[in-house]
């Protein structure tokens, strides 16, 4: 089975640019999340959707959204990019409450 | 505030002994919790979880023990190998919610 796959693997943006993240979650899994690593902050959570519904969300501002496909697939955008917004993306699928499989992430360079 | 604490930020250790990670955690409602590794400008990659109703999992090399009395886990990995030199990462969740809460991470460093 095919894990988590996210495009772009790399991208590079100036201040006030937008950005979308695409995440393709494991074949079956319903559940998408979405993570932020950073050296000072480390991994934080940004939000999860289920059934194209966002079912909780972490404590970013609202330049940070996200979306569900019905087919599973998730987006993240950013608006108004700054360079604290430099960091690795990170999605994970998981198919019930357990386990969150992690896809490689989006290395995002805000200059 | 952070609600799950790594405390060592590094662990070196000659290939062939055993990696003894250590992980506390605040929040009394975390019911599931779960160990990841992770390669610089990689996803982590899942290593082993353990549910709350449990203190023992093990997955070949790979043990984890809770102690909820203490609000700490820890993990064990016999006998280490080069190839587990990598961060890893704490992870825990509440009942009832897919959001993970992650400890700061300890880079293990395995001497040959």
């Known amino acids: 089975k095919a894990g988590v796959t996210q495009t772009p693997r790399y991208l590079i943006k100036t201040r006030g640019q937008q950005v979308t993240l695409s995440c393709s979650p494991i074949?079956?899994?319903?559940?998408v999340s979405w993570y932020q690593q950073t050296p000072g902050q480390g991994l934080q959570f940004l939000f999860e959707y289920f059934s194209e519904t966002q079912r909780n969300k972490g404590n970013f501002p609202g330049r940070f959204s996200g979306r569900q496909f019905s087919n599973s697939r998730s987006e993240m955008n950013v608006s108004t990019l700054e360079l604290g917004d430099s960091a690795l993306y990170l999605c994970a699928s998981s198919s019930g409450k357990e386990t969150q499989y992690f896809g490689p992430g989006t290395r995002l360079l805000v200059l | 505030d952070q609600q799950v604490k790594q405390n060592s930020p590094s662990l070196s250790v000659q290939e062939g002994r055993i990696s003894i990670l250590n992980c506390d955690y605040t929040n009394s409602m975390f019911d599931y919790f779960l160990w990841y590794k992770k390669y610089p400008a990689e996803g982590p990659t899942f290593l082993i979880s353990i549910s709350s109703i449990k203190d023992k999992n093990e997955d070949g090399r790979f043990t984890v023990f809770l102690n909820k009395s203490a609000k700490h886990l820890s993990l064990h990995i016999v006998p280490s190998q080069p190839g587990d030199s990598a961060v890893y990462f704490c992870?825990?969740?509440?009942?009832?919610?897919?959001?993970?809460?992650f400890g700061a991470g300890t880079t293990v460093t395995v001497r040959a």
């Open positions: 074949s079956g899994h319903r559940s």
């Open positions: 992870a825990a969740s509440e009942v009832g919610d897919y959001k993970l809460s």
